[in-house]
């Protein structure tokens, strides 16, 4: 079945860098695009990046633009979110999720960030 | 990118059909078919529950049913049950693979 499980998710400093993880399994992963979406507390759903297929086409909310960045590495099966000059407003849950046409299919359980000094 | 215009919450009695409205711009879900909603349950996942405005995914229940009139799209859930007491949020494509989704939802069932 098809499982995404995120990981790399803690307690961080504002100026600081973390990285997120999303291993994925049960579907051909290289043949899906890729999204992070976050959920801060008390606060709705935010879409936050994509990642074509392949992996050459990339864009982001313009809230994470230029301080995140999403990759990825088909050979592992493995989706990527690099945060850089994280801020307070970044704390979250942070989902990977399946990208349908224009959806997101399915979703894992999100890893939880927060920025605090 | 403004997010999406939901109501905070929406109640119903079991059995009741209620109706969640998500109010865009002429740029997002005026523009494009292709809103989607999502169902979350304390502590879990987010659910596709409708996809490119009026579609089912696999699994999901008809008594949810989604619309769009002009700058507004509408999740309806017919044959209110316990189990539908959750969080919704809508999601419209906003062009230049970019998404923006809506305030949320509170579902309670009375």
């Known amino acids: 079945q098809v499982q995404l499980v995120e990981s790399g998710g803690g307690v961080v400093q504002p100026g600081r860098s973390l990285r997120l993880s999303c291993a994925a399994s049960?579907?051909?992963?290289?043949?899906?695009?890729m999204h992070w979406i976050r959920r801060a507390p008390g606060k709705g759903l935010e879409w936050v990046a994509v990642?074509?297929?392949?992996?050459?086409?990339?864009y982001y909310a313009d809230s994470v633009k230029g301080r995140f960045t999403i990759s990825r590495d088909n050979s592992k099966n493995t989706l990527y979110l690099q945060m850089n000059s994280l801020r307070a407003e970044d704390t979250a849950v942070y989902y990977c999720?399946?990208?349908?046409?224009?959806?997101?299919?399915?979703w894992g359980q999100g890893t939880l960030v927060t920025v605090s000094s | 990118q403004s997010a999406l215009t939901q109501p905070a919450s929406v109640s119903g009695s079991p059995g009741q059909s209620i109706t969640i409205s998500c109010t865009g711009t002429?740029?997002?879900?005026?523009?494009?078919?292709?809103v989607s909603w999502y169902q979350q349950h304390p502590g879990k996942a987010p659910k596709l529950m409708i996809y490119?405005?009026?579609k089912w995914p696999s699994g999901v229940s008809n008594r949810f049913s989604g619309s769009k009139s002009g700058n507004t799209a509408s999740l309806t859930i017919s044959g209110l049950q316990a189990e539908d007491e959750a969080d919704y949020y809508c999601?419209?494509?906003?062009?230049?693979?970019?998404?923006?989704f809506g305030t949320g939802t509170k579902v309670t069932v009375l």
């Open positions: 999720a399946i990208g349908g046409n224009t959806y997101f299919d399915y």
């Open positions: 049960g579907f051909t992963f290289s043949t899906y695009s």
């Open positions: 990642i074509s297929y392949h992996g050459s086409d990339k």
């Open positions: 002429s740029s997002d879900v005026g523009s494009y078919n292709l």
């Open positions: 490119e405005g009026s």
């Open positions: 999601c419209s494509y906003a062009g230049s693979s970019i998404y923006v």
